[in-house]
């Protein structure tokens, strides 16, 4: 689906969800940006929570620019990131302002 930012211009496409294997909830929209025929892309990890929909829901809607979204916490797309840890989480929550989810928010290394 094609993602919009606030300004109206088209940011990329989601090429792919991270669902959580505990609980089958999507964690993440996998958004892809920039490049030209599949060279040069960059993805993005875009927590679910910080998406909306067009009142058509052909649109996937973003509160963010292409400004904005070059500072964003991204990554190659043949190197994904552990999405699971939770040093990880926060940065991308706090980068996109939606609250972490409380699965999120513990360490899953803590001994208890």
Known sequence: MKVQGTDGKTLGHIKDLVIDPVNGGIDYAVLEYGG????SDKYFAVPWDALGFSD???TVLLDVTKKDLKQAPG????LWPDLSGRDQAIVIYEFYGVPMPADHSKDPTATH
């Open 36 to 39: 030209f025929l599949g060279v």
């Open 56 to 58: 058509d829901r052909k």
């Open 75 to 78: 990554f190659d797309k043949k």
